[in-house]
């Protein structure tokens, strides 16, 4: 842990020191987001299809890890070979905007061979303007992802990997007529999880005790008349308000009778939000809520239960060359069988900086503490420094080194870790 927080001191002070340093530089993009930035320099030109804008990209690279099964002994460490290519595209058309994307990601772990994998990722999108105070925009995905310690956390999962294919459908219709902003946002999700081991007969156990269709329905209300602005700040107040419907199979497969066996995890879940947005052209953007939340189960066995969460998610643009990010939030359950509950904090800050036009580097702190019922507590604390340097138009190399430091009540579940990444980039 001493090591941890050294590292992380280093990091900071170091990127601070720059961000003072470069504090008055003039940057034609100066109040854009430093991540967001489209420079014109670096950025590909891309194959002219028809009405779309075709850019097909590549990217490759190591992934490495200290202790790829998360153990507090024994760890045991992996390097994992990237490769992920991909297309996406835009029309040029002026009243509206089709967009497409795909994508393969394709994991080759050289220590756990079992892990090997590949990811798909695809969607099709349509964005139309009735006028200039309505948009409606409507999305179709699908996506073939696997869940490994790797890349979840997850110590003591079911079965690893799975292999989850989802289906996901959402529309989104914005319309301001005056100075009350709406957002209707209309959405469907069916996941269905699938286990890369086998059984006795040889076949692919089919984990249709997690399968789940999710429905969702939502309206955000920001109300532009009652806006305030102080300085570069600018405050808008919104209400929020959302009804989930997840229709689950029964859980708890029993492998050896082949039958499925307790609780039915299919719920209703309605929730609440009030808070207070950060104006987008601002030097201060984001927002900060409060909000609260009712989980209502079909199944008489399992508890209704109740949450309250506050959250502030920020961007500072500190100057043209360094942004600074924070995150904090506390989220609280509570079962009605007065059995107990759970209580969540979590803090993050990262600080961006372009060096040059050509390089940019960021570093993060975040933490992150769970109990339960006061009997179970679990600590992590995760920092990271990573760039990106951008070569030409077409290619970027981009690396990042994280720190992972677990402590928890539970038997066997403390560990370090160290994960670092490299990779080649390339647009056409």
Request: charged residues 25%.
């Amino acid at each position: 842990m001493k090591t941890f927080l050294k590292l992380t001191c280093i990091i900071g002070f170091a990127l601070i020191g720059l961000s003072i340093r470069n504090a008055n530089a003039n940057d034609p993009m100066r109040d854009i987001p430093i991540m967001e930035r489209q420079l014109s320099d670096f950025r590909a030109k891309g194959l002219k299809l028809g009405l779309f804008r075709v850019e097909p990209y590549l990217s490759v690279g190591i992934d490495y890890t200290s202790n790829t099964l998360k153990s507090d002994e024994n760890e045991v460490g992996e390097r994992i070979y990237r490769t992920i290519a991909g297309v996406g595209g835009k029309s040029d058309a002026e009243n509206y905007e089709l967009s497409f994307g795909a994508s393969l990601d394709d994991r080759r772990y050289q220590t756990t061979e079992d892990f090997d994998h590949t990811n798909f990722q695809g969607f099709i999108g349509l964005v139309t303007n009735f006028s200039n105070s309505s948009e409606l925009s409507i999305q179709g995905s699908i996506g073939q992802t696997h869940q490994t310690t790797f890349e979840t956390g997850t110590i003591n999962a079911a079965y690893n990997p799975s292999e989850i294919r989802t289906y996901d459908t959402t529309a989104r219709w914005r319309y301001q007529p005056g100075t009350i902003r709406w957002d209707f946002t209309a959405r469907m999700t069916d996941s269905r999880f699938e286990n890369t081991e086998f059984n006795a007969t040889g076949d692919p156990l089919i984990q249709k005790d997690r399968d789940n269709t999710e429905y969702s329905t939502a309206v955000d209300i920001a109300f532009e008349r009652l806006s305030a602005r102080y300085g570069q700040v600018g405050l808008t107040p919104f209400l929020g308000f959302k009804i989930d419907r997840a229709e689950f199979d029964r859980r708890d497969f029993d492998i050896d009778s082949d039958d499925f066996t307790g609780v039915d995890q299919s719920n209703w879940r309605y929730d609440v939000t009030a808070g207070i947005e950060f104006a987008p052209t601002g030097k201060l953007r984001g927002n900060a809520r409060v909000g609260y939340g009712l989980y209502r189960p079909d199944d008489n066995d399992l508890d209704d239960q109740s949450s309250a969460i506050a959250s502030i998610d920020l961007i500072y643009l500190y100057s043209p060359l360094t942004n600074f990010t924070l995150g904090a939030d506390r989220f609280f359950t509570n079962n009605t069988d007065d059995v107990g509950g759970t209580l969540e904090t979590r803090l993050s800050a990262r600080v961006i900086h372009e060096l040059t036009r050509r390089w940019i580097f960021d570093a993060g702190l975040s933490y992150a503490n769970r109990s339960f019922s006061n009997a179970v507590e679990d600590k992590t604390w995760i920092t990271d420094a990573g760039f990106i340097r951008r070569l030409n138009d077409r290619f970027s190399v981009a690396g990042d080194v994280q720190f992972i430091s677990r402590e928890s009540s539970l038997n066997n579940a403390d560990y370090d870790e160290t994960k670092a990444i490299i990779r080649l980039n390339t647009r056409f």
